[in-house]
């Protein structure tokens, strides 16, 4: 439970104030046995259903939350520590009133469990903040106040890199939760250079990737990267297929080598689906129908097809994500001039799938498949089908099989997997010495399986 972790991490930085000096032999040893004992008692309330950070919407009402590096809405939220710019962070409020919204950050360890360290240690300012940048929507059938946050600010900034989770909730009381997101600080030091390529070996060619890369650390000395070192790599920014538990397969001077053949391979999948939803006047691509029931619009899109058999058809796309766009009049304010409107998508099959559910996926939710994009299967026209309430923009999204108990969605069985699919890659490596209490994100960068082809 989160009281839980929350009280064991209480407890354990309570102990070390009463730790020796530390330059002392004593204060080593009994840090490292306290941080032993912290992991332990950690890793039983993880067991126990903890609560970790994730990209997350606590309450029907909020829609669209975005974040993303200044200047760039298609970003990925990484800030360097020192820079100027500011990462932007919005979402909207359709209940049509101004709320008092408050933020916080919480630094978290590579897995996303919230770090064994005060929040003094790891911020510069305020921990808590209110939320004073909204306007309220303008000549929309919907109704909602559009929510800013740029971070960090004058009120908080970091000291650390690593993994942070921004939390908004009402009122001042944390436990009256509203939204959690993530988004990554990094320290550069050290270098990452790679290649994507089709998969190695002969049981996957035609439909996987193979994400070979190596982290050079000339200026930053690593004693012991089987234990020190942790690599991420994510596909698209998703975090259920993420592949976390590599270790270097070659160690060499200055370099940490992951040229595997196996453990580095994704399913490719195929192209994200799209269409376009910026404008009410007219059908915008893949739309099949535009049409007003007072007082809101609705949008019925074309008709889809399972794309398994189907052969490969490059084409750009967005990688999942989506942005808030509107074509319908002089829009001065796409955060508040933009229109909601409900999208209507539909997966024609032979038959409905038992063992699982099918859901829409990607970014407009999150890269979460859970009850809220979850399709209903409808005996009458032989379809799954579902209703979703979108912001006006151009969405990217794809069909996913999610096999009950599984925390993974599986993209192939319904959309094909073809090696040649262009996806973007993130690799995030993190660094912990032995008496550390933190991760610290040393090095980020990112592949495209096109422009970074082997």
């Avoid at 520590?81 to 009133?97: A, C, H, I, M, Y």
């Avoid at 000291?159 to 988004?183: C, H, I, M, P």
């Avoid at 000339?218 to 596909?235: G, L, S």
């Avoid at 005996?379 to 925390?407: H, M, R, W």
Wanted: proline share 3%; hydrophobic share 35%.
């Amino acid at each position: 439970m989160l009281v839980l972790d929350r009280t064991w991490k209480k407890i354990f930085l309570l102990l070390v104030k009463f730790l020796p000096g530390k330059n002392s032999y004593m204060y080593k040893v009994r840090f490292v046995l306290l941080s032993v004992m912290a992991l332990f008692l950690n890793k039983i309330s993880v067991g126990e259903g903890s609560f970790y950070y994730e990209n997350a919407v606590y309450r029907e009402e909020i829609k669209s939350m975005q974040m993303f590096r200044e200047g760039f809405e298609l970003s990925n939220p990484i800030w360097e520590l020192g820079e100027r710019n500011p990462l932007v962070f919005k979402f909207d409020d359709l209940s049509g009133e101004a709320k008092n919204f408050f933020y916080t950050v919480i630094h978290c360890d590579a897995d996303w469990n919230e770090s064994f360290i005060s929040q003094s240690d790891y911020i510069d300012g305020f921990s808590e903040n209110p939320v004073h940048d909204f306007s309220h929507s303008f000549n929309t059938t919907f109704k909602y106040v559009n929510y800013r946050i740029n971070i960090p600010n004058e009120n908080v900034s970091f000291k650390l890199s690593g993994n942070y989770a921004l939390v908004v909730y009402e009122d001042g009381n944390k436990e009256n939760l509203v939204l959690t997101q993530r988004f990554y600080v990094v320290e550069p030091r050290v270098d990452i250079e790679g290649t994507v390529r089709r998969a190695t070996l002969d049981a996957f060619k035609g439909e996987n990737q193979e994400v070979d890369f190596t982290v050079f650390h000339d200026n930053f000395p690593i004693e012991n990267p089987q234990q020190e070192v942790k690599v991420v790599i994510m596909q698209n920014n998703r975090w259920d297929n993420a592949i976390r538990n590599l270790k270097p397969l070659f160690i060499r001077d200055r370099e940490l080598v992951y040229d595997y053949n196996r453990e580095n391979v994704f399913v490719a999948g195929n192209e994200f689906r799209y269409f376009d939803n910026r404008t009410n006047r007219v059908n915008g691509e893949n739309v099949l129908a535009t049409d007003f029931h007072h007082p809101y619009f609705h949008k019925t899109l074309m008709s889809n097809e399972v794309r398994v058999n189907r052969r490969f058809f490059s084409y750009e796309d967005m990688n999942g994500k989506y942005v808030i766009e509107s074509q319908d009049r002089e829009v001065k304010d796409f955060d508040t001039e933009c229109d909601y409107t409900f999208v209507h998508f539909s997966l024609p099959l032979e038959s409905i799938l038992l063992g699982g559910s099918v859901n829409v996926f990607g970014g407009l939710n999150y890269w979460n498949a859970n009850k809220t994009n979850e399709m209903t299967w409808n005996f009458d026209t032989g379809a799954y089908e579902l209703t979703l309430l979108l912001k006006q923009g151009y969405y990217n999204y794809i069909f996913v099989y999610v096999p009950q108990g599984s925390a993974v969605a599986d993209h192939k069985n319904l959309e094909g997997s073809f090696w040649e699919t262009e996806n973007d890659y993130q690799i995030f490596v993190y660094y912990r010495e032995l008496s550390s209490r933190y991760d610290r994100l040393v090095g980020y960068r990112q592949f495209n399986s096109v422009l970074n082809r082997f």
